[in-house]
């Protein structure tokens, strides 16, 4: 079964932690997305990447970290200077061939600080 | 920057019936993909159609239409025949290149039986 993965579906964070959500894609796509959604809004982009060993800041990328060691995978780190952490993160990915680029989402995890 | 604005924040339709979503967006390109994403209550976002700016026909996808004036910047999303499985948030995406997306506000969309 192809898709995107991500874990965990819920995670909690106390204030002054660091934490690190996990996204996995086994569709063979070359980008990778994570963007972030706040209730009653619509998605905004934290990070992405079209290859291994490189990313791109999107807009909200202050207080949030990604690697991209394996085209599988490109986990993002909340850290502690993120002030406003609390909120609905989803994962995406994407060929990079211009008609053919929709991007697929995987389920998100719920970020909540206690 | 581009920039996406929905403009219903809720719309409600009987069941059967259609329903048409409103969307416009703003840039200065002449090339660009738009979309329309569909976020049910478990929140994964699925898309439901996409339009390139360069073809002049609209998108179809089986009960599922768009209204692409791109002189106008608009691309409304018709929903015909409603199903109760229609209810959702509804987005509208503009890719501005780099395949990065630019979402709007989103419309929850509410199916009366």
């Known amino acids: 079964d192809g898709g995107i993965t991500q874990s965990p579906k819920y995670l909690f964070r106390k204030e002054g932690q660091n934490v690190t959500l996990s996204c996995e894609q086994n569709l063979n796509h070359d980008a990778m997305y994570w963007y972030r959604q706040d209730p009653g809004q619509g998605l905004r982009l934290i990070y992405y990447s079209q290859i291994v060993n490189d990313f791109q800041k999107g807009d909200i990328a202050e207080g949030y970290s990604v690697s991209r060691e394996k085209k599988e995978s490109f986990p993002l780190t909340v850290t502690s200077a993120q002030k406003n952490p609390t909120a609905f993160y989803l994962c995406?990915?994407?060929?990079?061939?211009?008609?053919?680029?929709?991007?697929?989402f995987g389920p998100g995890t719920r970020l909540t600080v206690l | 920057a581009q920039t996406v604005t929905q403009s219903q924040p809720e719309m409600s339709v009987q069941e059967a019936e259609t329903v048409t979503l409103s969307c416009t967006y703003d840039?200065?390109?002449?090339?660009?993909?738009l979309f329309w994403y569909k976020q049910p209550p478990s929140r994964q976002m699925i898309l439901v159609i996409r339009?390139?700016?360069?073809?002049?026909q609209n998108a179809t996808e089986n009960r599922f239409s768009v209204n692409f004036q791109k002189a106008a910047k608009s691309f409304s999303l018709k929903i015909s025949d409603s199903q109760l499985g229609d209810a959702a948030m509804y987005f509208c995406a503009y890719e501005q290149g780099a395949q990065k997306l630019v979402f709007g506000q989103g419309t929850r969309l509410t199916i009366n039986p």
């Open positions: 995406a990915s994407s060929i990079v061939f211009a008609s053919t680029d929709t991007q697929y």
């Open positions: 339009q390139e700016a360069y073809k002049q």
């Open positions: 840039t200065s390109e002449s090339d660009y993909y």
